[in-house]
């Protein structure tokens, strides 16, 4: 590795978490306990974009999983652009916004929305002076310290932290809770893990197209790894759930294709592997992430699977990073890419 | 073209349209009537996998601008994998599924979960004999005939439509539902136009990766065209809303790469020309599918902007069959692939 911003900032990681769980975490627990008082909540929309979209796709599950809550994923330009926001009925929702920058006019105008009609908001963000910030009742601050590669990396496991935190605390989950507690040392082992390993698929950094599987809670793994491969090396990296991937887009997965499969022990692995055979038929070269002796990224034993994805995209990080290198390019400012992007 | 069932079943579509309007739409219409009569709905959940996401994609912005109702679209692997379906709460609910085969075992996980509960139900489909029909309360029958290319057309539009009169329906929308009778006329012109201006496009028919973009309404047209096009031809097609494609993808756009912009008449056009300059930037390729002179696909004039995507897929369904003949591809069964999935 190099002295990258982004090296750094995948480093920081662990500490990122703790950072985010300290500042945010009080902010979730009361947020939760006001959200309580009027009953079971009945619904969540969830506006983002880029990275934070993954966060909110883990958000998805995790809710949708530990408290039988629909959730959806806000479309920003109903708002922005047609001038018809969708807004949660009733005060048993709330309206959650991710955004490390907190500076996209469009994720904004879903929460000055929601707000205007009484409906509770939330912003998960990196920036409490950010226009996000100022829109949302409640601010859950990362306070992760700036991030200065534009390739997100510690805002966005920040960010499922204190979604898992804000979630465990609406379940009342204590054991969960206490989980959470322990994840940023599994981080920790994760990171030098996967920099021990990731040199071992150096043979695929020119690779043109690069298929990411992961299902359940690691769909959100999955998306977000094959957009930092994207991102930072320019390689088309495609996130998908096997149901998905089977319904037609792997007629596209050429011979000789790497395809990660994000695969740990939990329910969903089994689905997982099949997606790899089918992979594998068509000759595409199958990389295995997962905790288990066989894998090529080793994640570390015993993450509960809902925490699973604060852990499982780190090794991908490091991927995207490794690969970013041996290809030349420019890991803290990909071409093309602003850390920030005011999207309407 | 040729004698392939995909060839016919692309020109059966004007046909098909009016078969479903026929058939589901009373049904539609009586669905919606009950639903109002419980006042305001509060939200919706829809189950779908691979193009008939599409459709609930559509749907995702049809309702949200029309009827201001937050569309969830269902995880269905929470049901069918960690046994914690997500089920809305209230009878003010629908949870829909769209499958044009009614075999997914995963989309009827979805659907008996929420009958289960009592919430009101609806399955279209082209198969009223087939296990999601019986699972649902309500059946809205495509009734287009079987559809036998793999690759899924005349039941994609059709399931537009059905969603369109049921929104329109819902809202007492009654120029949007007559308007909704004019549109098999202009897919039929679509037809004849694509089929002569596509071959214009042949130099494209090599090509290993394709973007497109479109948003709002179109967002589910960009990604229905760039899944035919994978499907088809074993390009990496990939759809993008321009905010999600500024926000990192745009990264791995290499020089030359085709870029199918779907920007007719609207809200949204500004955001898509101005994502075809960033592309454009980067040296791709960008090809107009629109309502303008301009247009390299161009699209009739007059076409209701939220009837838009019934129409706007249509070129991209004849530019996939073309590219996939001039690359000697089977355009009925592609390998790989089986026109029903049976995931779980």
Do not use: C
Not at 72 to 92: E, F, H, K, T
Not at 162 to 180: K, N, P, S, Y
């Amino acid at each position: 590795m190099t002295g990258s911003h982004l090296e750094r900032e995948i480093r920081e990681q662990p500490d990122a978490v703790r950072a985010a769980l300290r500042s945010a975490g009080p902010v979730a627990d009361a947020l939760a306990a006001r959200l309580r008082e009027r009953g079971p909540l009945e619904q969540v929309v969830i506006a983002a974009r880029g990275t934070s979209d993954n966060a909110a796709r883990y958000a998805q599950y995790l809710a949708g999983a530990r408290l039988g809550v629909p959730v959806a994923l806000a479309a920003p330009s109903l708002a922005s652009r047609y001038g018809a926001p969708v807004v949660p009925r009733g005060a048993r929702a709330l309206v959650l916004a991710i955004s490390q920058s907190g500076r996209s006019p469009d994720v904004v105008s879903v929460v000055d929305a929601a707000r205007a009609a009484g409906v509770p908001t939330a912003a998960i963000t990196n920036d409490p002076a950010s226009p996000l910030a100022a829109a949302a009742d409640v601010v859950l601050d990362l306070d992760v310290g700036m991030e200065r590669s534009v390739a997100a990396t510690k805002t966005y496991t920040a960010s499922l932290a204190v979604v898992a935190r804000l979630v465990g605390a609406l379940g009342r989950d204590d054991a969960g809770l206490a989980q959470l507690a322990d994840v940023p040392a599994f981080m920790a082992e994760a990171i030098d893990t996967a920099t021990a390993r990731v040199p071992a698929l150096d043979a695929h950094h020119d690779a043109t197209h690069l298929v990411v599987v992961g299902r359940g809670y690691h769909y959100a793994t999955a998306m977000e790894i094959a957009l930092k491969v994207r991102e930072l090396t320019g390689i088309v990296g495609e996130g998908f759930s096997p149901p998905d991937l089977l319904h037609g887009p792997i007629a596209a997965v050429a011979p000789g294709t790497p395809a990660l499969l994000v695969a740990p022990s939990g329910a969903v692995r089994d689905s997982v592997l099949e997606a790899g055979a089918a992979l594998a038929d068509r000759g595409a070269a199958t990389i295995r992430l997962d905790d288990t002796s066989a894998a090529d990224l080793p994640l570390p034993a015993g993450v509960p699977e809902a925490l699973g994805p604060l852990v499982a995209v780190i090794p991908g990080q490091v991927l995207a990073l490794r690969w970013a290198q041996l290809r030349g390019a420019p890991v803290d400012a990909p071409p093309g890419l602003t850390k920030v992007t005011e999207t309407r």
